[in-house]
C-alpha cells in the first residue's frame, strides 16, 4: 500500500542560494520596520508577505504547500496560487518559487485548496481546485516534474485537466477542496469533495483506477449547516498515540471526519467507523446528529480550514489549521502581510474514543532558551496575582498546572441552556468577574498597567450533582484599539475534575497569536491579540486567581523561546541560515 500525504526522501542536503526573488521570501527585520513589524510572529509559518491559508501538502522533510496570493495582502486581489517552504523540522523553514500558477484554462482564475498524494513508484500529485476560465470550480491534478528532486520544484499539469469536472447538481461556486487520497481495500483510490448538491451541504467520495477519473458517492449530507468546506477524513489508532497511514482501516482503528462550516468560520470533527466497502461513516455518537455545528470541535477559538498529514518520519497525525487577521483590511495592506498557521500539533484519539487530543510537536522545544516560573506548591489566594519574569513574553511557551484544593465554593448553574453557548458563558463570567472556584489562569501580553491583557483562564460550574470545568481565552481587555475583533472564546473541558482535582494549561505566545491547551489537549482555543503597548513597550506574564477559594500552582515553567527561520532573507538575498535536512530510511507501508 503507497505511503499517503508525506514523501520522505533518503537523502541528505543543504537549502541555500535560494534566491531572493521568490515572493514567499522576507528580509529580516532592520530599524527601519515600521511598528506592524512588533505584530509579525516568529516562530508560527507565514510567507514573507501577502494573504495566505491553510497548509496543503506536506512532501519529504517536510515540504508545505499552502493557498497563496504573491499579489496582495487581501486574498480577492489577483488570482491565487500555490506557495512552497520545505524545512528540515516542522520549525525552520525556506522558501521556494510558488509551486502552482494560474496558467492554463481550467485554473485560469485561481489555484485553490487541495491535497496531495504519493502515487506507487514515489510519484507526488496534487489535486486542487482550480477556478476556471468560466469561474466554475473544478478539481485538477499535477504531478512532479522531477520525483528525483528533493525540493520538488517544478510541477506539471497535464492537458487532460480538469480531472473531475462540475457535476450538474451543484452550483460553479460550491465544489471545491480535495482531500488526500487513500486507498481502499478494494484497490480503488478515494478522495472526498465538498459539494453543494441540490442546496445540501454535502462531503462527495470519489473513487478512482488510475487516479484520474472518477465516480461520486455520499460520504455525508448536512441540511441545516449551510456549505461545509476542507473535509479531512483521516484514521486514529484505538488505543496509543502513534499515528496511522492514511489508507489504514479495519481492527483497531477508528476514523475521524472534519468538516469546516462557512457559516461560523469553525471547524468541527466527528469519530466513528468508515466502511471503505461502502464508503460509509458511522459516528460513535450518533446523538449528535447530521448538523456538524453539533459536532466536537477542534477549537474553541480563531481558526478555520485545518489539514492533517501522517508524519511518518516521527509516526504521528499532524494538524496545521488557518488563524486569520481579525483587525482592519487597512490593517492588513499597512503590515503587507495577512494570516499565519498554527503551530503544528500532535493528535490521537482520547481513552474514551470520542475526542481527539492534541499538542504542539515537540520539536518546539528546539527553540526554548530562558526559562522562568514558580515554586511548586505555590498557593494562589482569592484575589491573587503574580507576575512571571525573566523572559520576554511576547514569545514564550508556559506549562502550569493547577491543584484546586476543593470545589465545594463551585458556581451553580442550573439551567441546561446556558451549558450549550460556553462561548457566551465566557462573555458573560469573565476574569475580573469573582466566582467561587475560578475563573484562575494567565494573564498574558499584558501591559505594565494592565490595560491591556489577555486572560487564558478556567472556572468550575456546579450543574446539579456534576461539574463543568469551563475554559476561557477573554481578548475583551486585549487592545485599546478600537475596531478589532475581541470577543471572550469558550469550550467545556471534557474531562472529570472531581475526580482529578487538577487541570493543566499550556499557552504558545508569539506576538499576534494566542494558542492554548487546556487539559493535556482535551480543550484547545488560538486567539489573534493587536495589543497596541507593543509598540513602545515590553509585555508581562502573571498568572491569577480572581475565584473565593485558594488554587495551587503544582508546576509552572515558562520558556522565552528563540525566533525561528521562517522565510527569512539574509543582507544578501539568501535564505539564511541554510537547512539540513536528515536522511532518513524510505518504505512503502
Known amino acids: 500500500m503507497a505511503r499517503l500525504s508525506l514523501a520522505v526522501c533518503a537523502v541528505s542536503f543543504h537549502l541555500c542560494l535560494l534566491l531572493a526573488s521568490s515572493s514567499s521570501l522576507r528580509r529580516a527585520p532592520t530599524e527601519a520596520d515600521t511598528p506592524n513589524h512588533v505584530r509579525r510572529t516568529a516562530?508560527?509559518?507565514?510567507?514573507?508577505?501577502?494573504?495566505?491559508?491553510?497548509?496543503?501538502?506536506?512532501?519529504?522533510?517536510?515540504?508545505?504547500?499552502?493557498?497563496?496570493?504573491?499579489?496582495?495582502?487581501?486574498?480577492?486581489?489577483?488570482?491565487?496560487?500555490?506557495?512552497?517552504?520545505?524545512?528540515?523540522?516542522?520549525?525552520?523553514?525556506?522558501?521556494?518559487?510558488?509551486?502552482?500558477?494560474?496558467?492554463?484554462?481550467?485554473?485560469?482564475?485561481?489555484?485553490?485548496?487541495?491535497?496531495?498524494?504519493?502515487?506507487?513508484?514515489?510519484?507526488?500529485?496534487?489535486?486542487?481546485?482550480?477556478?476556471?476560465?468560466g469561474k466554475e470550480q473544478v478539481q485538477n491534478v499535477a504531478f512532479a516534474k522531477n520525483p528525483s528532486d528533493p525540493l520538488l520544484r517544478e510541477w506539471e499539469k497535464p492537458a487532460y485537466n480538469p480531472v473531475i469536472a462540475l457535476p450538474a447538481d451543484v452550483p460553479g461556486d460550491n465544489f471545491r477542496d480535495p482531500s488526500t487520497a487513500w486507498l481502499g481495500r478494494d484497490g480503488l483510490w478515494r478522495i472526498a469533495v465538498s459539494a453543494e448538491v441540490d442546496g445540501v451541504a454535502s462531503t462527495l467520495v470519489y473513487r478512482s483506477k488510475d487516479f484520474i477519473r472518477g465516480t461520486p458517492a455520499p460520504l455525508h449530507a448536512s441540511r441545516a449547516a449551510g456549505m461545509v468546506e476542507c473535509p479531512d477524513l483521516f484514521p486514529v489508532a484505538e488505543h496509543g498515540?502513534?499515528?496511522?497511514?492514511?489508507?489504514?482501516?479495519?481492527?483497531?482503528?477508528?476514523?475521524v471526519?472534519?468538516?469546516?462550516?462557512?457559516?461560523?468560520?469553525?471547524?468541527?470533527?466527528?469519530?466513528?467507523?468508515?466502511?471503505?466497502?461502502?464508503?460509509?461513516?458511522?459516528?460513535?455518537?450518533?446523538?449528535?446528529?447530521?448538523?456538524?455545528?453539533?459536532?466536537?470541535?477542534?477549537?474553541?477559538?480563531?481558526?478555520?480550514?485545518?489539514?492533517?498529514?501522517?508524519?511518518?518520519?516521527?509516526?504521528?497525525?499532524?494538524?496545521?489549521?488557518?488563524?486569520?487577521?481579525?483587525?482592519?483590511?487597512?490593517?492588513?495592506?499597512?503590515?503587507?502581510?495577512?494570516?499565519?498557521?498554527?503551530?503544528?500539533?500532535?493528535?490521537?484519539?482520547?481513552?474514551?474514543?470520542?475526542?481527539?487530543?492534541q499538542w504542539p510537536i515537540e520539536e518546539i522545544e528546539t527553540l526554548r532558551r530562558k526559562r522562568s516560573g514558580l515554586r511548586r506548591g505555590t498557593?494562589?489566594?482569592?484575589?491573587?496575582?503574580?507576575?512571571?519574569?525573566?523572559?520576554?513574553?511576547?514569545?514564550?511557551?508556559?506549562?502550569?498546572?493547577?491543584?484546586?484544593?476543593?470545589?465545594?465554593?463551585?458556581?451553580?448553574?442550573d439551567d441546561p441552556n446556558r451549558l450549550l453557548d460556553p462561548q457566551k458563558l465566557c462573555g458573560e463570567k469573565g476574569a475580573a468577574v469573582r466566582g467561587g472556584v475560578g475563573p484562575f489562569g494567565l494573564l498574558v501580553m499584558a501591559s505594565g498597567d494592565l490595560h491591556e491583557h489577555t486572560a487564558v483562564f478556567f472556572r468550575v460550574f456546579r450543574h446539579h450533582d456534576k461539574y463543568k470545568l469551563l475554559m476561557c481565552t477573554d481578548l475583551t481587555k486585549s487592545?485599546?484599539?478600537?475596531?478589532?475583533?475581541?470577543?471572550?472564546?469558550?469550550?467545556?473541558?471534557?474531562?472529570?475534575?472531581?475526580?482529578?482535582?487538577?487541570?493543566?494549561?499550556?499557552?504558545?505566545?508569539?506576538?499576534?497569536?494566542?494558542?492554548?491547551?487546556?487539559?493535556?489537549?482535551?480543550?484547545?482555543?488560538?486567539?489573534?491579540?493587536?495589543?497596541?503597548?507593543?509598540a513602545t513597550s515590553s509585555s508581562h506574564l502573571y498568572v491569577f486567581n480572581n475565584g473565593s477559594d485558594a488554587v495551587k500552582v503544582a508546576k509552572l515553567e515558562a520558556w522565552e523561546l528563540t525566533t525561528a527561520t521562517v522565510n527569512v532573507v539574509g543582507d544578501h538575498g539568501l535564505v539564511a541560515p541554510a537547512l539540513e535536512l536528515e536522511p532518513t530510511r524510505h518504505s512503502e507501508a
Open 479 to 534: 487592545s485599546t484599539r478600537a475596531g478589532v475583533y475581541k470577543p471572550a472564546y469558550g469550550g467545556f473541558v471534557d474531562m472529570d475534575i472531581e475526580d482529578r482535582k487538577t487541570i493543566s494549561l499550556r499557552t504558545l505566545i508569539d506576538h499576534s497569536v494566542v494558542e492554548s491547551f487546556g487539559g493535556g489537549g482535551r480543550a484547545c482555543i488560538t486567539a489573534r491579540v493587536y495589543p497596541e503597548h507593543v
Open 379 to 413: 498557593k494562589l489566594d482569592a484575589g491573587a496575582l503574580q507576575e512571571i519574569v525573566g523572559v520576554a513574553s511576547s514569545q514564550a511557551d508556559v506549562e502550569v498546572v493547577f491543584k484546586i484544593p476543593s470545589l465545594e465554593d463551585a458556581e451553580r448553574l
Open 241 to 255: 498515540k502513534d499515528g496511522l497511514d492514511t489508507s489504514a482501516n479495519g481492527g483497531g482503528v477508528r476514523h
Open 43 to 133: 516562530y508560527h509559518f507565514q510567507p514573507a508577505k501577502n494573504w495566505q491559508n491553510g497548509p496543503m501538502y506536506h512532501n519529504g522533510m517536510y515540504h508545505l504547500f499552502y493557498q497563496y496570493n504573491p499579489h496582495s495582502a487581501l486574498w480577492d486581489i489577483g488570482n491565487l496560487s500555490w506557495g512552497h517552504s520545505v524545512s528540515g523540522d516542522l520549525v525552520n523553514w525556506a522558501a521556494l518559487d510558488t509551486a502552482l500558477d494560474p496558467t492554463s484554462p481550467f485554473d485560469a482564475n485561481g489555484c485553490w485548496s487541495g491535497s496531495a498524494t504519493i502515487l506507487p513508484g514515489g510519484l507526488p500529485a496534487i489535486l486542487y481546485t482550480g477556478i476556471d476560465a
Open 257 to 357: 471526519l472534519k468538516l469546516s462550516v462557512m457559516d461560523t468560520l469553525q471547524d468541527y470533527y466527528m469519530v466513528g467507523r468508515y466502511d471503505d466497502a461502502a464508503d460509509a461513516f458511522s459516528p460513535v455518537e450518533p446523538e449528535r446528529g447530521d448538523d456538524c455545528r453539533s459536532w466536537r470541535r477542534l477549537d474553541y477559538g480563531h481558526v478555520y480550514a485545518s489539514k492533517s498529514f501522517f508524519d511518518t518520519r516521527n509516526n504521528r497525525r499532524v494538524l496545521w489549521a488557518w488563524a486569520n487577521e481579525s483587525d482592519s483590511q487597512a490593517d492588513d495592506v499597512a503590515r503587507g502581510w495577512s494570516g499565519v498557521q498554527t503551530f503544528p500539533r500532535k493528535m490521537w484519539l482520547a481513552k474514551d474514543g470520542k475526542q481527539l487530543l
